[in-house]
Every structure is written in structure tokens, then in C-alpha cells.
């Protein structure tokens, strides 16, 4: 626990593990959702080859609003880091 | 390795401070203006497209036949084209000249309060968040006025400011005020998404110059030309669809009332 008051106490360290702890968090709910919403998106292609272009489009749509909330976090990240 | 958030000051005109980003967003929309002089020629423009016209036409009509794809209708995508084409052609191009070699390297070893800096002379108008909230500013504001010209200064605020004393009553009201918000959101989110995927991708690109010199970088170059496209896609893909979504009827009751 010493070791670690240690490192944090630092102001760089702390400055990093936060940035790296903001990200990492936030990488995880977003990515389960892609790979959710491409999946679904992709098994809708195979059962209605027709719709191709217009489940892409929604897909890559609904990606790009999933994936916001991780490029949040990554301004967050990249704010503190080089501040 | 440096890295800063915030665009740096190049030279300052009058007390305006221009930045390396502003700098190469003139850069880039001066190339622009010099291609649509140069290419864009009607007297010489003929029925059977040859050449320079043959490209500028297989790229518009791409970008239309995208558009009404989306739209559903041809005059609405008539009607958006220039917003949208403009939006597109413009941060394609931003988010491409961040990758151009000299972009991050080359630049003047400045002092500031006593500490050597270095200043790069390029970087991408998208590594900057001025320029990304000033688009999707723009962006937003036009979807707005959009939704006012198709439904009337009446019929848009009845998307959002709903009588509690109607069809949903109190929830209809609710929704309406969330989606007010949600207008204000869109800026945030555009601006977000295009600015951290870009100053993301200079970084990535920065780090990896500095572990390696040689050939790995490479790929990531590749993929920063994909996320560049990909980004402008996006951003004129979102900016069709809340301007489909603005200048849409109230379906909710119709909807409502069919079952």
C-alpha cells in the first residue's frame, strides 16, 4: 500500500494512471458494443443479403455513436496527460 | 516526444493569434479553391464527360446517389448537397493534410517563458478543437434552420416544446425537453468524436515514429488515411440523417394512432 502511495504521490505517476484508468474503463463498454452491434449487423446481412447497403449504413451509424462515448473518454485521457 | 493538446501560436497579425491549425485549414480550403477554379469549368464541360470532368462526376454523383440513398427523396438530397459535399470534401482534406510528411516535424524551436519550444509548422485543422466545434457549430445550426424552412417556425418547436395537457401528457413533454437537450449534445459529440479521433491517430503516429523510425509506422499511416475517410464519412453521414430527422413530419401521433 506504501508502494503505491509512493508512486501516486508522484504528480506524473498519477497524471498517468489516471489517464490510462479513464481510458481503459471506458474502452470496455464501447467495445462490447460494437462487436454487439456488428454482429447483429452482420447476421442481418446473412438472413437479407438485399438490405446490405442499407443495414450498413444504419450499423456504421449506430457505431459511430457507441464509439463517442469511448473518444469521451480518450479527450478526457489525453487532457490530462498532455495538459 | 512533445505533444500538445491545444494548437500552437505560429505568428499573431494585429493582436489575432494564428495557429499552425488555422494556418493549414487556410492551406487547405486555399488548394480547395484553386481545384474548383481549375477543374470546374462549364463553358468547357461537355455532354460525354472526358478527364478532369469524368472524376469531379463520378465523385459528386457518388456522393449524391449516397446522399439519396439515405434521404429517400432526390430533391431533399438536392437541397443538402452543398452543406453535405462541402462538410465532407473539407474535413477528408483536413484530416488527410495532418499526414502529409513534414506535418509534425518540421517547425521553429521558439522560447516561451524561458523553455525552449517546438512549434510545428503543419498540423491538422481536425487536431484542433476550434475547428472541430466551429463545424459541428455549423453543422447543427444549419439542421436546425433546415427543420424551420421544411415544417415551419411552429411545427419544429412542436418537436420540442410538447403541452403537458396532450396526447402523452406529462412523458410527451419529458421527451421533447430531453430532445432539446440532445440538440445541444450533438455538438459535443460531433466535435468530440472527429477531434479525438484525429489528435488520437497524431499521437499514435508520434509515439510510434518515436519507438521506431523505420517501416512501422507505415501501417499506421495506412489506417490513419482509413479513420480519416471513415471520420468524414461519418460526420456527413450523421449530419444527413439529424437533417432527414429535422425536416421529418411528427410521425409519433400518426404512428400512434394507426394502432
Same mark, same amino acid.
Given at each position: 500500500?506504501?508502494?503505491?502511495?509512493?508512486?501516486?504521490?508522484?504528480?506524473?505517476?498519477?497524471?498517468?494512471?489516471?489517464?490510462?484508468?479513464a481510458i481503459a474503463a471506458a474502452a470496455f463498454g464501447p467495445g462490447l458494443g460494437i462487436g454487439y452491434l456488428v454482429s447483429k449487423g452482420l447476421e442481418s446481412i446473412g438472413r437479407n443479403p438485399e438490405a446490405h447497403s442499407k443495414i450498413q449504413t444504419s450499423m456504421i451509424l449506430g457505431i459511430a455513436f457507441t464509439e463517442a462515448i469511448a473518444i469521451y473518454a480518450l479527450v478526457v485521457a489525453l487532457m490530462i496527460l498532455f495538459k | 516526444m512533445e505533444i500538445s493538446i491545444v494548437a500552437e501560436p505560429l505568428f499573431s497579425i494585429a493582436g489575432f493569434t494564428v495557429t499552425n491549425s488555422l494556418f493549414m485549414?487556410?492551406?487547405?480550403?486555399f488548394f480547395g479553391f484553386i481545384a474548383v477554379f481549375l477543374l470546374i469549368q462549364p463553358k468547357k464541360f461537355t455532354m460525354v464527360p472526358k478527364g478532369a470532368q469524368n472524376v469531379i462526376e463520378a465523385i459528386f454523383?457518388?456522393?449524391l446517389s449516397f446522399m439519396e440513398g439515405i434521404t429517400q427523396n432526390r430533391r431533399q438530397a438536392t437541397q443538402f448537397f452543398p452543406l453535405v459535399a462541402t462538410i465532407f470534401l473539407f474535413v477528408l482534406f483536413s484530416n488527410w493534410s495532418g499526414l502529409l510528411p513534414?506535418?509534425?516535424?518540421? &517547425? @521553429?524551436? /521558439?522560447?516561451? $517563458?524561458?523553455?525552449?519550444?517546438f512549434i510545428p509548422i503543419m498540423r491538422s485543422p481536425s487536431a484542433d478543437l476550434n475547428m472541430t466545434v466551429a463545424l459541428s457549430l455549423i453543422s447543427v445550426f444549419s439542421v436546425q434552420l433546415f427543420g424551420i424552412l421544411a415544417l415551419g417556425l411552429r411545427g419544429y418547436a412542436s418537436k420540442f416544446f410538447v403541452a403537458p395537457w396532450k396526447?402523452?401528457?406529462?412523458?410527451?413533454?419529458?421527451? &421533447? @425537453?430531453? /430532445?432539446?437537450? $440532445?440538440?445541444?449534445?450533438?455538438?459535443l459529440s460531433f466535435s468530440f468524436r472527429l477531434f479525438g479521433n484525429v489528435f488520437a491517430g497524431e499521437v499514435l503516429l508520434t509515439?510510434?515514429?518515436?519507438?521506431?523510425?523505420?517501416?512501422?509506422?507505415?501501417?499506421?499511416l495506412v489506417m490513419e488515411l482509413f479513420?480519416?475517410?471513415?471520420?468524414?464519412?461519418?460526420?456527413?453521414?450523421?449530419?444527413?440523417?439529424?437533417?432527414?430527422?429535422?425536416?421529418?413530419?411528427?410521425?409519433a401521433h400518426e404512428a400512434h394512432e394507426a394502432h
Open positions: 500500500m506504501e508502494g503505491v502511495q509512493a508512486v501516486v504521490a508522484n504528480a506524473d505517476n498519477a497524471k498517468f494512471f489516471s489517464a490510462a484508468i | 485549414a487556410i492551406v487547405v480550403s454523383e457518388g456522393l513534414g506535418a509534425g516535424t518540421i &517547425g @521553429l524551436h /521558439e522560447m516561451n $517563458g524561458g523553455k525552449v519550444m396526447a402523452p401528457y406529462v412523458v410527451g413533454t419529458a421527451v &421533447g @425537453l430531453l /430532445e432539446l437537450i $440532445g440538440e445541444g449534445a450533438k455538438v509515439v510510434m515514429l518515436s519507438l521506431v523510425p523505420y517501416l512501422v509506422p507505415l501501417p499506421f479513420v480519416g475517410v471513415v471520420q468524414a464519412g461519418i460526420f456527413s453521414l450523421l449530419t444527413i440523417v439529424f437533417l432527414k430527422m429535422a425536416t421529418a413530419e411528427h410521425e
